[in-house]
């Protein structure tokens, strides 16, 4: 049965989809039919206006929406998948940077975005695996790429270096 919102021409629609949060479009859009899945990817697809635009992982995003209902949307349709370009991971809620690697690459460390541009990774410490991935992004994938660290991430690495000098030292020491 055809309802009046269904009638609505495309330009219309995609003006009330842009007000919706990306998560809320998918949970409450996708799979209703093929014209609203299409109307989604473009809204996603979009790279110039971030503000509603590719993914926003932050704040507001539970652990259970993202492993029960958000991942498998992704994992189960490449076009879906395809229409991403730009994602930005937040520290804010300290679940986003855990998911980073997760999100960004399957089991054999293949992309599953394959038209991502733009990559933000804002206050993650936890990016090592992403990080070793980088070389890959920026040669072969991204356009942008914008990480910002938090001073606690250059204070755990100092941490680390210092530690990791005093005890290489202290074996330099028994040597001679």
Known sequence: MVTGFEILPN??????FSYLEWFDMLISLWSLNIRFNSLVCSILSI?????NNGLLITH????NKCCSILFPL?????????????????????????FSYQWLFNNKNILRFPNLKSLVLIRCGSIEPVVQSLFYLIKYQLDELTLTFDE??????????KHLSVVSDKGNQSFI
């Open 47 to 51: 790279y110039g206006n971030r503000l």
């Open 11 to 16: 330009e219309i629609l995609l003006h009330i």
């Open 60 to 63: 507001g995003l539970s652990y």
């Open 74 to 98: 992704f994992l189960n349709s490449s076009s879906l998948s395809s229409s991403i370009q730009y994602i930005h991971f937040d520290e804010t809620n300290s679940i986003s940077c855990d």
């Open 152 to 161: 606690h991430v250059f204070n755990r690495f100092y941490y680390i270096e």
